[in-house]
């Protein structure tokens, strides 16, 4: 029949040709390729986020208590350590002082360097204040014990006034002190008194430098001043000895 086309037996379907790499793909369904973190690295990091907020925590607790100990065992306040007034900077004492002894002779100021000294002043007569003075110097050094010999004792006499024969021998003694004369206006270049006193207010420890650098406030407990030099005595201990 005209028109019509009809395949013999022998005839087969032809199919269009897929290309084999595309059949495949076909066949396969469509995924996406999508890169993350792995499970463990992941709770990892978790853990290391978590242990370090833990630590800020641990560490905003602690700072008011490490802040605390910082204080009182390193920074110190002085109003709390010290009896006495601390000199800052510290004042060295001038190699030109015109120091000479009982007999008018001239001492050089270096002769008071080496040891730790006590200082006290009279600016006139030896009064009641002056011999409290002189007195409170020998116990306090005698208080110090095994570092007593670390320290001496200086009395600046800044006056022409002779001293009363009991006194003299009882200062003389061997050992017991340096007694020197200056004049006040010499000696204003290197002490200083705490303002609205004099001189002869207060007790002066001058290092075995000859750096002046503490005054005691006028009219000094002896017990609390004792505490003050057994502070220097210890933290001296690992530089300083005994003798010139």
């Known amino acids: 029949m005209s028109g019509f086309k009809s395949s013999g037996p022998g005839d087969e379907p032809v199919e269009p040709a897929v290309d084999q790499r595309g059949a495949q793909a076909a066949d396969q369904p469509v995924s996406l390729t999508v890169h993350s973190v792995s499970v463990p690295d992941a709770q ?3 853990t290391a986020m978590g242990r370090l907020k833990m630590l800020l925590i641990l560490l ?3 700072a008011p208590v490490v802040a605390s100990y910082f204080t009182y065992y390193v920074v110190r306040p002085q109003a709390r350590t010290n009896y006495s007034s601390l000199i800052s900077p510290s004042q060295a004492l001038p190699k030109d002082l015109p120091f000479t002894n009982l007999d008018g002779q001239p001492v050089s100021a270096q002769r008071l360097l080496g040891q730790w000294l006590l200082v006290t002043v009279s600016l006139g007569p030896c009064d009641a204040k002056c011999e409290k003075h002189l007195y409170m110097q020998r116990q306090l050094r005698e208080m110090l014990g095994r570092d007593r010999d670390r320290l001496d004792k200086v009395w600046l006499i800044a006056s022409d ?3 009363s024969p009991a006194l003299r021998a009882a200062v003389e003694a061997p050992g017991a ?16 008194p705490q303002p609205g006193h004099t001189l002869a207010d207060h007790l002066y420890m001058v290092d075995p430098f000859g750096q002046w650098m503490m005054r005691s406030p006028a009219d000094p407990v002896p017990e609390k001043l004792k505490r003050d030099l057994d502070r220097l005595m210890r933290a001296s201990a690992g530089w300083d000895q005994a003798g010139r």
């Open 60 to 62: 905003a607790c602690a």
């Open 177 to 192: 002190m340096h007694i020197l004369r200056v004049p006040a206006s010499e000696l204003a270049r290197w002490l200083q």
């Open 44 to 46: 990892q990091r978790r």
């Open 161 to 163: 006034e002779p001293l």
